[in-house]
Nanobody, 123 residues
């Protein structure tokens, strides 16, 4: 089993930045890919991006490309979502997820999920 916990959410004005963190614990050696998702009120969950756990490969959704960056620190078992030039439409609960199977980077299926962290962007 793998546990993931997000942190770093908060309120920010449009144009600002936030850095979300995701700490993985448990059988971290089984992780192949970590992902970030978000869900705004009344909307479906959206896949934001993913990063491979041991090789250099990342994916960022077109909707946030150029503003969001995903990185990791394997020594600390952590993944980060750097969010810049934030817009009110980025307001959502952001979730971190982990999976054991490889799959393609755009595959939104994940095995383990965090509880989410709220990001609110005001205009």
């Amino acid at each position: 089993q793998v546990q993931v916990v997000e942190s770093g959410g908060g309120s920010v004005q449009a144009g600002g930045s936030l850095r979300l963190s995701c700490a993985a614990s448990g059988r971290t050696s089984s992780i192949t890919t970590m992902g970030w998702f978000r869900q705004a009120p009344g909307k479906e969950r959206e896949f934001v991006g993913a990063i491979r756990w041991t090789v250099r490969s990342t994916y960022i959704a077109d909707s946030v490309k150029g503003r969001f960056t995903i990185s990791r620190d394997n020594a600390k078992n952590m993944v980060f979502l750097e969010m810049n030039s934030l817009k009110p439409e980025d307001t959502a609960v952001y979730y971190c997820a982990a999976r054991n199977f490889v799959g393609i980077m755009t595959n939104p299926r994940y095995d383990y999920w965090g509880q989410g962290t709220q990001v609110t962007v005001s205009s």
